[in-house]
């Protein structure tokens, strides 16, 4: 299997959570036309930002949780290395604008708030961009790319298919119709 052949497995299985932006992205990274070598640099406060963010998205509770998964090494390596240079600025814009917005509505840069606080944040932002009456604001529409990488990076991680989902190394034969039992891990296999 040739790896466009696994990403469009990949997001089959995901049950289509990637969105059309992000799915080109990952097929033309398989392009050997593109650029050679490492796209913007990330400050030392975007990746705590990416980090906590990622930590709000997906906490660690009795499995692991995004950061435990290395999720924001995984977005920063993608936006790097396969997103263009044109989607890595408005990124890179949008963690600036989204800091701006928490010292306006919190009163502090994001990573001087509270973890409550920046639990607030990130949902309200969750609500602004993808909520049902989402606000079309471009300086924060980073967010839909960074949470749909922080679930592409972690249910593709190993401790996020083998720890929070159920997996079985080989599963044998397919079976089609499988009884789901309320409360039961979805499958990674």
């Avoid at 924060?140 to 922080?150: D, G, I, P, V």
Wanted: glycine letters at 8%; proline letters at 5%; aromatic letters at 8%.
């Amino acid at each position: 299997m040739d790896r466009r052949d696994a990403v469009k497995s990949v997001a089959i299985m995901m049950g289509g959570v990637l969105t059309a932006s992000t799915m080109s992205v990952m097929l033309n990274s398989c392009n050997t036309s593109m650029k050679e070598g490492k796209g913007i640099d990330f400050t030392d406060d975007e990746k705590g930002m990416v980090n906590r963010m990622t930590d709000v998205i997906i906490p660690k509770t009795d499995t692991p949780g995004a950061v435990d998964a290395g999720v924001p090494a995984f977005i920063i390596m993608m936006m790097q290395e396969c997103y263009p240079d044109k989607d890595q600025q408005q990124f890179h814009a949008g963690l600036a604008a989204f800091d701006k917005l928490c010292k306006g509505r919190y009163k502090g840069n994001f990573l001087k708030l509270s973890p409550d606080k920046q639990e607030t944040a990130v949902a309200d932002l969750d609500k602004m961009v993808l909520g049902k009456n989402s606000l079309p604001d471009k300086n924060l529409a980073f967010y839909r790319h960074l949470k749909e990488l922080t679930l592409l990076g972690f249910f593709t991680s190993e401790p996020g298919a083998t720890e929070t989902l159920r997996y079985v190394q080989i599963p044998g034969r397919y079976d089609g119709c499988v009884p789901y039992k309320k409360g039961e891990k979805a499958w990674a296999t």
